[in-house]
Every structure is written in structure tokens, then in C-alpha cells.
């Protein structure tokens, strides 16, 4: 695989990056959105409370629910987003996906409990 990284984007200071909340969930179930051929559902535990998140990751898979009972990170403090009549409530961290390779999720080294903050 040829691959050439994208050039660095333009700096932040470190108060921007500290806005943005980054936990580590489990993913408890992967389920179809009604009438989308990408959107998948994801029910993410956070330790003290679960959401429903939705990844446009459905043809990234062959088989999506694989990822049911990992853990990856997902930033939580977005602004709820309504997609096909859903709302979603985070958005999944994923490795690849911008730069047009097969997207991985980010995840942790080893287990730690969810909602654990990254950063």
C-alpha cells in the first residue's frame, strides 16, 4: 500500500483541545438504521449511562457487529445530530477513514473502565 500522510493542520492551543470531551466506551450492540446503507446504530455503554451513537461505517465491515464487546473512544460532548429521523449522541473515534483507507477503531491498549476520559 502506497500510503503519503496528509499535511499537519494548522495549530490549537491546548484550551481548544481541552473542549473536547473523549471517553472510552463499550460498544454493547451494532444495529441497522431503517432506510440508510450506511448508518449503523451503535448502543455504547459509559459506565453511568448508555447512548446511541450513529457511525456511517456500514459497508467499512464485512461483518459490523464484530465490533460488539470492544471498547474504542468516542467523543461525547458534541451536539446531538438527527440523522434519518435518529439522534445520535456522540460520534465514534476511527482510525483511516479521512484519509480513504479501511477505518480501524481507536481503542485502548488494555481494558479500563468505561468513561474513562482520553487526553
Same mark, same amino acid.
Given at each position: 500500500m502506497d500510503f503519503?500522510?496528509? %499535511?499537519?493542520?494548522?495549530?490549537?492551543?491546548?484550551?481548544?483541545?481541552?473542549?473536547m470531551d473523549i471517553r472510552v466506551g463499550t460498544?454493547?450492540?451494532?444495529e441497522d438504521?431503517?432506510?440508510?446503507d450506511k448508518l449503523l446504530r451503535l448502543v455504547v455503554d459509559f459506565g453511568d449511562h448508555q447512548r446511541k451513537i450513529l457511525a456511517g461505517m456500514k459497508q467499512e465491515r464485512e461483518n459490523p457487529r464484530s465490533i460488539e464487546g470492544k471498547q474504542a473512544l468516542f467523543v461525547v460532548n458534541?451536539?446531538?445530530k438527527k440523522m434519518r429521523g435518529e439522534l445520535s449522541e456522540g460520534m465514534l473515534f476511527d482510525i483511516g477513514y479521512v484519509d480513504g483507507i479501511?477505518?480501524?477503531?481507536?481503542? %485502548?491498549?488494555?481494558?479500563v473502565p468505561n468513561g474513562t476520559r482520553a487526553g
Amino acid at each position: 500500500m502506497d500510503f503519503k500522510p496528509a %499535511p499537519i493542520k494548522p495549530a490549537v492551543a491546548l484550551a481548544e483541545l481541552e473542549k473536547m470531551d473523549i471517553r472510552v466506551g463499550t460498544i454493547l450492540a451494532v444495529e441497522d438504521v431503517s432506510g440508510s446503507d450506511k448508518l449503523l446504530r451503535l448502543v455504547v455503554d459509559f459506565g453511568d449511562h448508555q447512548r446511541k451513537i450513529l457511525a456511517g461505517m456500514k459497508q467499512e465491515r464485512e461483518n459490523p457487529r464484530s465490533i460488539e464487546g470492544k471498547q474504542a473512544l468516542f467523543v461525547v460532548n458534541l451536539e446531538p445530530k438527527k440523522m434519518r429521523g435518529e439522534l445520535s449522541e456522540g460520534m465514534l473515534f476511527d482510525i483511516g477513514y479521512v484519509d480513504g483507507i479501511q477505518p480501524v477503531l481507536a481503542v %485502548p491498549e488494555n481494558t479500563v473502565p468505561n468513561g474513562t476520559r482520553a487526553g
